[in-house]
């Protein structure tokens, strides 16, 4: 077994020191537009953040049975060497990029991840608010171990590219130099990932590099200012509501399922999806007739979004707009 540090145990230092600059950043110099701190939110945030350590943990018994034997039944091997290091770093993160745009168009995977949008805030603390239920994760890297990465190498992989995130969740930085912006995901993007407007929703899923969302189509640059949450906020501080409200919606939406089909539908079909005779305009009704669960549908936005949503002009500047308009920038 390949000997690696523990890469979120050795930033823990870090992840405070940082959090507090922030909070003193943002009492010293307010800003008015910008969503701030909540002492309940961040609470809220750091309690799941606690929380999904301890469930990570139970969760990880099957999933490293399942790697293991994985890996004994592959005759290929990658070693752990120096060049070999940033080579599986770019392999998990491609495969970060397909679990988390999984766990936004899969209703069920989504229960899991929803609770990390949950916070109408977008600061450090944000960044903690991790779910409780993250055995849904874990298909998504078998292709890496069957090619003869090691689960250890795998999982320091992983904790690097968490630990890389952390930083990106702050309004207190506005734009990275372009070359930056281009290549890494920054706070300017992952703002837009956090944002519940229509045309910023289920965008920029990138975990370090944000190259794989110019190369398959969920790239927006960050051009008005988002509102963060969901498009239907939970309004709770309840960290076990916040982890299972989801999970919740489903299980109602599935009692009143018509068929085996809507069943299947409302778990495995995107978030807001409907039968076809509940959706607008099917009974002659235009009026949207909103689903059970609680967030993320793309026909809706939430009230006083379009207030909300004022022009950041300090930070869209002309040369990236025109990116967009060669192609770089996909609306929804």
């Known amino acids: 077994m390949p000997n690696l540090p523990n890469v979120v145990l050795w930033s823990i230092p870090a992840f405070v020191l940082l959090t507090v600059i922030e909070m003193i950043s943002v009492r010293v110099h307010p800003d008015e537009d910008a969503a701030g701190y909540a002492a309940k939110d961040a609470a809220t945030s750091v309690t799941m953040g606690l929380g999904s350590l301890a469930f990570d943990l ?14 004994e039944l592959t005759p290929l091997r990658v070693p752990v060497l120096w060049w070999t290091i940033p080579l599986m770093l770019l392999a998990q993160d491609f495969f970060y990029y397909w679990s988390h745009r999984g766990h936004h168009v899969i209703r069920v995977l989504w229960a ?3 609770v990390h949008h949950s916070s109408e805030k977008f600061n450090l603390t944000t960044a903690l608010r991790q779910p409780w239920t993250s055995l849904t994760v874990w298909p998504f890297y078998v292709p890496l171990i069957a090619v003869g990465v090691h689960p250890a190498a795998l999982a320091f992989c992983s ?9 990106i969740h702050t309004e207190r930085i ?51 200012r988002p509102v963060f949450g969901l498009t239907k906020n939970i309004r709770t501080y309840n960290p076990l509501k916040v982890a299972t409200h989801e999970y919740a919606a489903i299980a109602s939406d599935l009692k009143t399922a018509a068929d085996w089909r809507e069943r299947v539908g409302h778990v495995f079909r995107g978030p807001g999806w409907q039968p076809a005779d509940h959706r607008p305009g099917a009974d ?15 026909e809706e936005k939430a009230d006083g979004n379009a207030a909300k949503g004022a022009a950041r002009t300090a930070g869209a500047d002309t040369a990236e707009k025109a990116g967009n308009a060669t192609g770089e920038t996909v609306v929804a």
């Open 58 to 71: 139970l969760w990880k018994i099957p999933v490293v049975a399942i790697y293991t034997a994985v890996h």
């Open 112 to 114: 899991c991840h929803v």
């Open 159 to 167: 904790s690097a590219n968490l630990v890389y995130q952390f930083w």
């Open 174 to 224: 506005d734009r990275m130099p372009r070359w930056f912006e281009y290549v890494f995901n920054t706070p300017s993007h992952h703002r837009v990932h956090h944002a519940s407007q229509g045309g910023y929703l289920d965008r920029n899923f990138g975990g370090i590099l944000i190259v794989w969302d110019r190369l398959f189509g969920s790239f927006v640059v960050e051009t008005e």
């Open 284 to 298: 002659g009704n235009t009026e949207k007739n909103a689903p059970n669960n609680t967030e993320k549908n793309t």
